[in-house]
């Protein structure tokens, strides 16, 4: 079974460019697990553009699914994340200023870090995952470190599907092959829709969970959001 978790920071977005509480995103977060999601991702930003620290801590109390907060395990993330101890935290290399998150870790080059950083986070009773490209080298590395989990980052994959989904999958194949062997769970997220969902879940049974947030906000425009969650659910099967 592969999981869906609902990325809210969409919501948080549209709340904020108003500065009152509309949409809440605590409702639409038990809305969301109401219409069947699996989880519930949020991924702060040091800006707090989207979602903020204070919804998380407030979402801790009411998230019922898989609670999984993503981002760059800077000082103040650490800190929430010890004080929340979601069912798990994804670790994102996120420059401060990038607009959304646009690659993996370099398990090589951060081993270090990584692994002191996991084993904190996993003496805390969180599952930890990272976001990682597809490519062997990297693959290994988090295995390495100690990591329960990759992400894949989908972002490649998305963009290069409608031209060429053969070509568009193989590296994530070859390298879900290689995390299969080592013991890591395999997760996989970014620019994730419709058109592309389920043709990575045929491709990579192993899929734990899928995070999805910017395409699946969009769809509950024109579907809403309990249908919305039905046809992501839908492709999953
Ligand atoms: C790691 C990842 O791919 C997602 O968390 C995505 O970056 C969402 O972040 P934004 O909502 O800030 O684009
Ligand atoms: N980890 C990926 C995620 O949470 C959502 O990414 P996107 O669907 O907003 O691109």
Redesign the pocket.
């Known amino acids: 079974m592969t999981k869906l978790s609902v990325?809210i920071?969409?919501v948080a977005?549209l709340r904020n460019a108003r500065g009152g509480n509309n949409p809440d995103v605590i409702k639409v977060a038990q809305d969301c697990e109401r219409f069947g999601a699996q989880g519930i991702?949020v991924?702060p930003?040091p800006d707090e553009?989207?979602?903020r620290y204070q919804d998380v801590m407030d979402l801790q109390k009411v998230v019922t699914t898989e609670f999984n907060i993503?981002?760059n395990p800077n000082g103040r993330f650490l800190e929430l994340v010890k004080k929340i101890k979601p069912t798990q935290v994804?670790l994102?290399p996120?420059a401060e200023d990038v607009?959304?998150?646009d690659t993996g870790w370099d398990t090589i080059k951060y081993e270090v870090f990584l692994t002191e950083t996991i084993a904190e986070l996993k003496s805390y009773g969180m599952r930890t995952s990272i976001?990682i490209n597809p490519a062997k080298d990297l693959i290994t590395g988090a295995a390495k470190v100690g990591a329960d989990r990759i992400?894949f980052?989908?972002?490649p994959y998305a963009e290069q599907y409608s031209k060429d989904c053969e070509q568009a999958i193989e590296a994530y194949v070859e390298c879900a092959k290689l995390a299969n062997s080592l013991g890591l769970g395999i997760n996989a997220?970014?620019?994730l829709d419709l058109t592309n969902l389920q043709y990575l879940k045929h491709q990579i049974p192993a899929l734990k969970e899928v995070?999805i947030?910017?395409a699946l906000i969009c769809d509950a425009l024109y579907y809403g959001l309990e249908n919305t969650i039905q046809m992501y659910l839908r492709e999953l099967q």
């Open positions: 990325n920071n969409k977005t991702t991924h930003r553009r989207h979602i993503e981002g994804t994102v996120d607009l959304t998150s976001f992400e980052y989908t972002g997220g970014h620019d995070s947030g910017h």
